[in-house]
């Protein structure tokens, strides 16, 4: 079956450390996003990619990174973990032209 | 840009009651409008969706309308479990956004529910 996978689903690291998390899809979707949740804030766009070598930054993306070299994966990287980055982070995936999506498991970071 | 509000939380009610939660939103185009659900510990799963105005979605006695005219997609439940408890979020996601699909999802900042026994 067709999935979107993250990992870590747990991450503790220290400050201004560099972090890359995870997102693997089998579902052969264009379309791949990263969002952050935190309390009273919902769910906040960081990067998103509508298909290979495409890029976009989102409302939160100061301080994160992502690419695209392939279909399967969208690696989001915090170039130097600051404690205001402590979030639980979720990959999502559509395909072009649809309003269907799916997303992963999550991945709780602590920057410490 | 485009927004979604929801209503303030936690909601806290007992088993069997009525829910109502509320979401109005602001969008450039037509956009598509979504609940999603995330229980506890898990990630966010999608619970009911409507493409145009006046549709209506539903899925496990959960219903919402697509009002164009009050920019609204209220969430309700006629008769709640212990299992609903969760967090939902509603979103839209506006085909116009930009790029050549349906674009990104913007959510509003999620309300937390609670049943009791």
């Known amino acids: 079956d067709a999935e979107i996978t993250q990992s870590p689903r747990h991450k503790i690291t220290e400050t201004g450390r560099q972090v890359t998390l995870a997102c693997h899809q089998t579902?052969?979707?264009?379309?791949m996003f990263w969002y952050r949740q935190d309390l009273g804030h919902g769910l906040r766009l960081i990067h998103y990619?509508?298909?290979?070598?495409?890029?976009n930054k989102g409302e939160v993306s100061d301080g994160y990174s992502v690419s695209r070299s392939n279909t399967e994966d969208l690696p989001l990287t915090l170039e130097s973990a600051a404690s205001s980055q402590t979030s639980v982070y979720f990959c999502?995936?559509?395909?072009?032209?649809?309003?269907?999506?799916?997303f992963g498991s999550g991945t709780r970071l602590t920057v410490v | 840009g485009d927004s979604v509000t929801q209503m303030e939380g936690p909601v806290t009610l007992s088993e069997e009651a009525f829910l109502t939660i509320n979401c109005t939103y602001t969008?450039?185009?037509?956009?598509?409008l979504f609940w999603y659900v995330q229980y506890p510990g898990e990630g966010l799963q999608l619970l009911l969706k409507?493409?145009?105005?006046?549709d209506k979605g539903s899925n496990k006695g959960f219903e919402a309308t697509y009002r164009k005219e009050t920019t609204s997609f209220h969430l309700e439940k006629g008769s709640v479990q212990v299992s609903d408890s969760a967090v939902y979020f509603c979103?839209?996601?506006?085909?116009?956004?930009?790029?050549?699909?349906?674009?990104?999802?913007?959510f509003g900042q999620g309300t937390i529910l609670t049943v009791h026994p």
């Open positions: 990619s509508y298909g290979v070598q495409d890029t």
């Open positions: 579902w052969n979707h264009n379309n």
């Open positions: 999502a995936s559509s395909e072009a032209g649809s309003d269907g999506y799916t």
């Open positions: 969008a450039t185009g037509y956009p598509s």
């Open positions: 979103a839209l996601s506006d085909p116009y956004a930009g790029g050549t699909s349906y674009g990104k999802l913007t």
């Open positions: 409507a493409t145009k105005a006046d």
